[in-house]
Nanobody, 122 residues
């Protein structure tokens, strides 16, 4: 099993920045891709960004140019730098992991963190 713990959420004004972190523990050798999803109230969980062990990245169109994903493999940690935040970025952000290449469907990820709240005030 893999355990994921997120941190870094909070309240920020529109135009501001936040950095989320997620650290994996347990069977970390089985992890190849790590990703971030988010879920706003009343909406479905949606893909935000992902990164592979080799550094390949993928971003949702809505966050391209504003969010940057990175990874420290030695620490089994992934980061999501969020800049130019908008009110519509308000959501609970979840860290996920899987043992193969990136997919953008939530059902493709077996391991999930508890989530961290990001609130952007307009």
């Amino acid at each position: 099993q893999v355990q994921l713990v997120e941190s870094g959420g909070g309240l920020v004004q529109a135009g501001g920045s936040l950095r989320l972190s997620c650290t994996a523990s347990g069977r970390t050798s089985s992890i190849y891709s790590m990703a971030w999803f988010r879920q706003a109230p009343g909406k479905e969980r949606e893909f935000v960004s992902a990164i592979t062990l080799s550094g390949t990245t993928n971003y949702a169109e809505s966050v391209k140019g504003r969010f940057t994903i990175s990874r420290e493999n030695a620490k089994y940690t992934v980061y999501l730098q969020m800049d130019s935040l908008k009110h519509e970025d308000t959501a609970v952000y979840f860290c996920t992991a899987r043992s193969s290449s990136i997919v953008t469907m939530a059902a493709g990820y077996p391991y999930w963190g508890q989530g961290t709240q990001v609130t952007v005030s307009s």
